[in-house]
């Protein structure tokens, strides 16, 4: 059962790094420039942002001890 629970702590801290700045940017309601309302440069900073947010998460959850 301990396995299982470290799982969904897992899936939750990454979820956080990944959905947070997006959703700060969001309530901030900011106004794009023209060049990013393209959406192959959002799509390009959304998979960055992924792998950045993957390793983050990945040092986080070795940091606090949550392996089984």
Do not use: H, S
Not at 56 to 68: C, E, K, M, N, Y
């Amino acid at each position: 059962m301990l396995p299982f629970l470290y799982l969904i702590i897992d899936l939750l801290i990454v979820l956080f790094y990944i959905a947070a700045p997006w959703v700060l940017v969001a309530r901030l309601n900011v106004e794009w420039p023209e060049w990013l309302k393209d959406g192959i440069v959002v799509v390009i900073a959304f998979v960055m942002w992924t792998g950045l947010a993957l390793y983050l998460a990945t040092q986080t959850i070795l940091w606090l001890g949550l392996v089984p």
